[in-house]
């Protein structure tokens, strides 16, 4: 009984002195409590006194900043009359001015207008006098050359008439030369052809300028042609190698310089120059054997006429 009750005291007293402690700690923390309150109050106390004194700083602040904006628009309004006081007298002395130079131009434009009339109608004169003596210069100049021209043409129908008289003396006297070449071969035949069927046979020929242009743009050509890949010129050209390379000898037969040849027109005539030189020969043997006959017959003639009249 004297341990349990030891025992049990022993666990009084724990309990006593844990519950001592616990109301320390207790009172501890509501002491603790009062004055994180009291502190708390204090500085909400600060916080209220401070934000007031904020608050009337702000307004003691906007009232200085309105006094100054008010004081500011105020002199901004003075400023601005003033402003615009100086913006019309300035205003007011440009117009003025601007007034005074557009008068003195006014002045000098029509100052000018009657020195440039004036001027002009100078000009117009002096450009009248000018055309006026160029005219005469050219009516001088025209009636020079009309009668150039005059003496021109007369000079010109007299090379005419004088070339015209060459002319029919040449005709008469090729007319001359080929009747009595023409009565030669008929009295003397011989195997040469006349001058005037030879002359008649005679073809314009190509002049060695004109030969040898051809004969380089026919080398040219060739050459090209020799460079060139036919196949494909004839494909671009959508033709067939055979239609092309046609093409290519047509041209070049188009192009080619042509020898002169003999045509039948000159071998008719030849034809005709000699059955007309055999017909005059058999024309002439015929006359020369009846003159013959004639001179034979002419004796005989005299003595039968001498026996009428006797």
């Known amino acids: 009984m004297e341990d349990v009750s030891r025992e049990e005291l022993k666990r009084l007293k724990r309990l006593a002195a844990i519950r001592a402690k616990e109301d320390e700690f207790e009172r501890k923390r509501k002491a603790e409590e009062e004055s994180k309150r009291r502190q708390l ?3 909400k106390a600060d916080f209220e006194a401070k934000e007031k004194e904020r608050v009337e700083e702000r307004l003691r602040f906007l009232e200085k900043q309105a006094a ?3 004081q500011r628009k105020a002199r901004i309004e003075t400023l ?9 007298q300035k205003q007011a002395d440009w117009l003025q001015r601007a007034n005074n130079e557009i008068f003195d131009i006014i002045k000098e434009q029509e100052v000018e207008q009657i020195r440039l009339q004036e001027a002009l109608d100078l000009a117009r004169e002096h450009k009248r006098d000018l055309e006026e003596a ?8 025209k009636a020079r050359w009309q009668e150039l021209e005059y003496k021109r043409e007369e000079r010109q129908q007299e090379r005419e008439a004088q070339r015209a008289l060459r002319v029919i003396y040449e005709v008469d006297k090729l007319k001359t030369e080929a009747s009595e070449e023409l009565e030669s071969f008929i009295l003397n035949p011989e195997p040469v052809p006349l001058r005037q069927v030879l002359a008649g046979r005679m073809r314009p020929v190509p002049t060695v300028t004109e030969l040898l242009a051809s004969y380089k743009d026919q080398k040219e050509e060739l050459q090209e042609l020799m460079e060139q890949d036919i196949p494909t010129r004839a494909l671009l050209r959508n033709q067939s190698l055979f239609q092309y390379v046609r093409d290519i000898q047509l ?6 310089v042509q020898p002169p040849q003999p045509q039948m027109v000159d071998l008719a005539a ?3 120059v000699h059955l007309t030189a055999r017909n005059e020969v058999h024309h002439q043997e015929c006359k ?4 013959v006959s004639a001179q034979c017959d002419l004796p005989s003639r005299t003595t039968a006429r001498g026996d009428i009249n006797r």
């Open 41 to 43: 109050e204090d500085m």
């Open 251 to 256: 041209k070049a037969e188009a192009v080619r």
């Open 134 to 141: 160029d005219r005469h210069v050219k009516q001088q100049e």
């Open 288 to 291: 020369t054997e009846v003159e």
């Open 68 to 70: 100054a904006r008010a």
């Open 270 to 272: 030849v034809e005709t």
């Open 80 to 88: 601005n009359k003033k402003r615009e006081e100086k913006i019309n």
